[in-house]
């Protein structure tokens, strides 16, 4: 079954607003040591690896279906 990040649970919700290749997912935290060297000011927020990271070959181990929000019982 092929995997999409956008039919995905853990995209985290303050990137889930930006464009696709920022995504980020809540479930792929960045190790903090792997960045030590690169910059002394770098931290990635949030501190998640890139969704097109996790999921590169659309067979992500880590998918969990998209939760529906609450419907308004108004409509």
């Known amino acids: 079954m092929t995997t999409f990040c956008d039919a995905c649970d ?3 919700s303050d990137t889930r607003k930006d464009a696709p290749w920022r995504w980020r997912c ?3 935290p960045v190790v903090e040591q792997g960045y030590r060297f690169v910059s002394q000011d770098y931290a990635p927020a949030p501190p998640y690896h890139k969704c097109d990271h996790v999921n590169g070959n659309g067979e992500c181990e880590m ?3 998209r939760r529906e929000g609450k ?3 108004a409509a």
Do not use: E, I, L, Q
């Open 10 to 12: 853990n995209v985290h």
């Open 26 to 28: 809540v479930k792929a």
């Open 63 to 65: 998918f969990t279906p």
């Open 71 to 73: 419907k308004d019982k």
